[in-house]
């Protein structure tokens, strides 16, 4: 890099009005308001020339960072997948049979109810874990640790934290009606077998968007009295493309890199 500097020789005085001889380029310091004796004054602008080896030099340093910034934006857009079933541990895998409920909670019935991880009730679907994403059929407790079996609304509910969207299948005892942030999705699609209890004997599949910070997602079952229960299996993936924004900041990110390109070239 080799900096140009200019020597002027100035009489004692003012230095409002004199002119760098480099380039002709104003003196715009503070000196203007001084008085300063006969001598000479360094030129407070400076040229500065960059070799060819310097520029791309530059021009790679500039690159690593364009390229640091647009993973550190693809990554805050990266898409998450997991396991929204029930009867599920943490990492979507089956819990043991006749353990608590970890991902859902209920209200409703006749309760104040728990959910427990069952064995499938005879007439119950089986669950289709070497098909699907897995899932277990799980039901309300009552405190005396008996199934809830009173003829009510029973709600199944889940919430999940980003925008993104979630698919899979569901099967209930009695009939049961999936609603995403109080929208109504998904009812029973098949016609049923015995009134309400058609329902536990084939799958409903699903899908929806989810378009809010936090998600509530409630599956509403309508038990008409008995056994009653809930199977989900499905995914859940977070962090769908932001529609244009992403590519926005990258524009401006490379814009931004092509003008200190043309900069360091003209200096």
Known sequence: MVVKEQWLAVKGGSLSGIQ????GWPLRTRAFEKRVPQGRL???QRKVEFSKTERQQNMKRFGIIGLFVAGL???TQAQTTFQIGTGLDASGNDRPLNNAEQNYTLSGGAGPDTLAIVRQNGAWTAD???YWAPGQWITPLLPNISEDQSTSLFYYTRTIDGTGSISGYFASDNGAELFVNGIPIQADSNPPLYGFAG???YWTAFSATLNQPVNTVVFEVNN???PTGLIVQGTATIGVPDGGCTAAL???VFFGLQALRRKLRLS
């Open 128 to 130: 289709q874990n070497n």
């Open 73 to 75: 934006v693809l990554a």
């Open 199 to 201: 329902s536990f004997t």
């Open 20 to 23: 760098c001889a480099c380039r």
């Open 250 to 252: 990258l524009s401006g």
């Open 224 to 226: 008409g009295g008995g």
């Open 42 to 44: 360094k030129c407070q």
